[in-house]
C-alpha cells in the first residue's frame, strides 16, 4: 500500500480510483476438513483473494505454506493486478493458499486437502471468472488434482480453470522455466541500460522452480553463477558453481550444504556478496533496512515476489542500486499460464518455440515501456512499473 500511494502521488491519480485499487473485490476464508491416514479429522485454513478484474478473470497462484496467511494473501494478490497489466495480458489478480508445512502430509493428505480446496472455493472458480496457479509448495501435480476436482463439481472440461498443469493434463509447453526464463529475458532487455556488463557474475537465493530455472539460463547464456542458497543453507564459488553436480548434490543430502565444489556460508551472507546480479528468488521481505546497506550487486532482479522491503527501496535507490521490479521481472509465468489458458480455450496445443517466441516480444516490450515510463516521469523502475499498470487499469475500469 506504500508502494502504491507513493505512485499515485507521482502522476497524481485520482483519489475514488486509489480507494477502489486498495480493496479487494473480495476476501474469502475456507475451512478443509481432511481426514489423515491415522484417521483422525483435521481442520486447515485456505484462502482465495480476488483483488481487482477490470482486465479479464482473476488470475493468481495458490501457496502452501506454514506462515500463509490472509494478509499475505491479498499482498500478493494485489501485486497480481499490477503484474498483469505489466504484462499486457488480458486477466486480473488474485491469489490463494493454504496454511500447511506439506513437508508433514503425505501424498494421500496432501490430495485430500488440495482437493478439499477447489470443493470449497468452487463456487467462484472457472474459466472466465477466476484461475487459479501454482505458487510456493504447490506442483503440476497438484494441479492436476485441482483441475480433476473442478471437472467433478462443474462439468467444465475446458481444463481452462488451473494453469500450471502437466503436459498431457493440458499443460503449456515452456510453463515451468517461463518465470525464470521470463525474468532473463527482462534482464536481458535492460542489461545496458543498468550499466551491466556484457557477462555478469549472479548470485541466487532459492534453488526452487523459479531461482533453480533461472541459474541454468544465466548459465546457459555465459553468466556466472557464483553462489545459490534454499531454505537451510547456502553455497558459494567465485569460479562459477557446476549446476547439474549441485543439483546431483541436493538429491542425494537433501540440501546443498557441504557441496564439494563450494563454501558454505548463510543465507544471509549471500545476500551481500558482491556481484553484478542478485537475484532473490525465494521469499518476501529478505532485503529490508537492516541489510540493504551491506549489498554488493550492482544491480537487483526481483524474481521473488516483494523480496526488498519499502524502506529497502529508498535506501538502494539512493545507492544507486537499480531494482527490477517483481511485477516485470517474474511476469512471465503468469504469461505464460495465459497461454496455457488460452490453448485450452481453443483447444489447441502450441510448441515451445511458439510459446517461447510470443513470450519474449511480451517481455521486451513490459521492460522497455517500464523503463520509459520511469525516465519520463524521473523516478526509479518499480514506480514505473506502478504507473503503466494503475494507467492501464484505470483506463479500463
Ligand atoms: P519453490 O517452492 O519452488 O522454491 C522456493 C525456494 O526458496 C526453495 O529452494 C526453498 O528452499 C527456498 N527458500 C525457502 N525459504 C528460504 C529462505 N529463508 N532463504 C533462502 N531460500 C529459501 O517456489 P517458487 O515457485 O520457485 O517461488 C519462489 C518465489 O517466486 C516466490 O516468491 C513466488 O511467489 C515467486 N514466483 C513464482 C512464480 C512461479 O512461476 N513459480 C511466478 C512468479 C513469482
Not at 477466476?130 to 503440476?140: M, Q, R
Not at 480453470?161 to 510453463?175: A, D, I, M, N
Request: aromatic share 6%; with cysteine.
Amino acid at each position: 500500500m506504500a508502494q502504491l500511494d507513493k505512485a499515485a502521488k507521482i502522476k497524481n491519480f485520482s483519489g475514488d480510483f486509489i480507494a477502489q485499487i486498495k480493496k479487494p473485490d473480495r476476501d474469502i476464508r475456507v475451512s478443509i476438513p481432511v481426514k489423515m491416514d491415522d484417521g483422525s479429522l483435521k481442520i486447515f485454513e485456505g484462502y482465495r483473494v480476488e483483488h481487482n478484474n477490470a482486465l479479464g478473470p482473476y488470475k493468481g497462484g495458490i501457496r502452501y505454506h506454514a506462515d500463509t496467511e490472509i494478509n499475505e494473501v491479498k499482498a500478493l494478490a494485489f501485486w497480481m493486478t499490477l503484474k498483469c497489466a505489466v504484462a499486457g495480458i488480458p486477466m486480473g489478480g488474485g491469489k490463494g493458499g493454504i496454511t500447511v508445512d506439506p513437508k508433514q502430509l503425505s501424498k494421500g493428505e496432501l490430495e485430500r486437502l488440495s482437493r478439499g480446496w477447489v470443493s470449497k472455493l468452487s463456487d467462484i472458480l472457472g474459466p472466465h471468472k477466476d484461475v487459479p496457479a501454482p505458487d510456493v509448495n504447490t506442483t503440476p501435480e497438484i494441479m492436476s488434482w485441482m483441475v480433476d476436482e473442478f471437472e467433478k463439481i462443474s462439468g467444465d472440461k475446458t481444463g481452462a480453470t488451473f494453469t500450471g498443469k502437466p503436459l498431457e493434463k493440458g499443460g503449456s509447453q515452456g510453463r515451468g522455466e517461463a518465470t525464470g526464463l521470463g525474468g532473463f529475458y527482462v534482464f536481458n532487455s535492460l542489461r545496458k541500460q543498468l550499466g551491466l556488463p556484457e557477462k555478469c557474475t549472479v548470485v541466487i537465493q532459492g534453488f526452487g522452480n523459479v531461482g533453480g530455472n533461472a541459474a541454468h539460463i544465466f548459465t546457459k547464456h555465459g553468466h556466472k553463477v557464483i553462489a545459490v542458497s534454499d531454505s537451510r543453507s547456502a553455497i558459494l564459488n567465485k569460479d562459477g558453481l557446476d549446476l547439474k553436480k549441485v543439483e546431483a548434490h541436493k538429491k542425494s543430502t537433501g540440501g546443498l550444504k557441504d557441496f564439494p565444489g563450494a563454501q558454505n556460508i548463510t543465507n544471509e551472507k549471500l545476500l551481500e556478496l558482491p556481484c553484478d546480479l542478485l537475484v532473490p528468488a525465494a521469499f518476501e521481505n529478505v532485503i529490508t533496512d537492516r541489510n540493504a546497506d551491506k549489498i554488493k550487486a550492482k544491480a537487483i532482479l526481483e524474481l521473488a515476489n516483494g523480496p526488498v522491503t519499502e524502506e529497502a527501496d529508498d535506501i538502494l535507490f539512493k545507492r544507486g542500486i537499480p531494482i527490477v521490479p517483481d511485477i516485470l521481472a517474474n511476469s512471465g509465468g503468469v504469461t505464460v499460464s495465459c497461454f496455457e489458458w488460452e490453448q485450452n480455450l481453443k483447444n489447441e496445443h502450441w510448441t515451445e518455440e511458439e510459446v517461447l517466441n510470443k513470450l519474449l516480444p511480451m517481455m521486451n516490450d513490459a521492460a522497455q515501456s517500464i523503463f520509459k515510463k520511469a525516465r519520463e516521469n524521473k523516478t526509479y523502475l518499480r514506480m514505473g512499473a506502478f504507473i503503466l499498470a494503475l494507467e492501464r487499469i484505470q483506463a479500463k475500469m
